[in-house]
């Protein structure tokens, strides 16, 4: 199994990111699969997550509204797009297999994409 998180970088608050995560070594299309991320100092933290199929998508009360996730399984990619950037964004992304109540999304399979927001 690899995931590899791409698309964090340094922006400013205001702005957007879109970050993606190439899937390899198992039938990426049979998963649901997440997003998390980890700020300065604390712990994991669940951003989103998305249906195999695409078409359930859930957000926490913080994520839901600016965040926006999305897959391709022809290509084996999953999404997040980032808009109104604010500086309580600023993390280590992961995507992950699994659901947020299941075993699998507490194993770290990439090594994430940091995202900086600047005020």
């Known amino acids: 199994v690899q995931l590899v998180e791409s698309g964090g970088g340094l922006a400013q608050a205001g702005g957007s990111l879109r970050l993606s995560c190439e899937a390899s070594g198992f039938s990426f299309s049979d998963w649901h699969m997440s997003w998390a991320r980890q700020a300065p100092g604390k712990g994991l933290e669940y951003v989103a997550g998305?249906?195999?199929?695409?078409?359930?998508?859930y957000y926490t009360e913080f994520t839901k509204g600016r965040f926006t996730i999305s897959r391709d399984n022809a290509k084996n990619t999953l999404y997040l797009q980032i808009n109104r950037l604010k500086p309580e964004d600023t993390g280590l992304y992961f995507c992950?297999?699994?659901?947020?109540?299941?075993?699998?999304?507490?194993?770290?399979w990439g090594p994430g994409t940091q995202v900086t927001v600047s005020s």
């Open positions: 992950r297999r699994g659901d947020v109540n299941s075993d699998e999304f507490t194993r770290a």
């Open positions: 998305i249906e195999s199929n695409g078409i359930g998508k």
